[in-house]
């Protein structure tokens, strides 16, 4: 899958959020997402490592400590 098919998808999945809205106001967008996208990429980045976190913090671009605490925040650990 590419970026620009994993782009589609977020847009897609928040055209069926907002439609689902009804005309209800939306509230905390960024935070949702950010939760629901996190939350598989740290576990498919981890499983890609092996479970090694320090090779699925240099993956993501983040530092060691962040990635425990992303993983902590998650229950992932």
Known sequence: MSK???EQSV???LGIYFQDLD???PHDVYDMVISC???PLLEVVLEQ???NQSLAAEYLGINRNTLRKKL???GLL
Do not use: L, M, P, T
Request: glycine share 16%; charged share 20%.
């Open 11 to 13: 847009r897609d999945s």
């Open 72 to 74: 902590q925040q998650h």
């Open 49 to 51: 490592a092996g479970g």
């Open 23 to 25: 005309g209800s106001n």
């Open 37 to 39: 996208v996190e939350k």
């Open 4 to 6: 620009n098919n994993i």
